[in-house]
């Protein structure tokens, strides 16, 4: 399972709405790729298509989907927003990862 903080679901309504989806009923799709200086990469995109692979959740009223091959890097996962000074954007609190690197934009198991 993947949650979804209040900050990070304001910001995700704003955005999706923004880029033409329905928050209702369209999804976050979060994925996990090799890449970035700690190995591994989040991939964070909006869809209105689900796979067959697929699983999907909701939490606070925001649904995401997730490949069945990243799922196991992502469970536990938290999506928050920060909007502080050391910069805007989403952050994965992922209880899994090992190391991260300093932007919080890759990680190692």
Known sequence: MIKVSDHAKKKVIELM???G????TDYVRVG?????CSGLSYDLKFDNKQADDD???????????????SFLYLI???????????GTG????????????????????
Do not use: H, Q
Request: charged share 25%; aromatic share 10%.
């Open 55 to 69: 699983k999907v959740f909701e939490d606070n009223d925001v649904k995401i989907i997730v490949d069945k091959k």
């Open 32 to 36: 996990v790729k090799s890449g970035g």
């Open 76 to 86: 536990g996962t938290t999506l928050e927003y920060s909007g502080g000074l050391n």
């Open 90 to 109: 989403f952050v994965f609190n992922n209880p899994n990862a090992n190391r991260t690197c300093g932007c919080g934009e890759s990680f190692s198991l």
């Open 21 to 24: 989806f329905n928050p209702v």
């Open 17 to 19: 709405t923004d880029d």
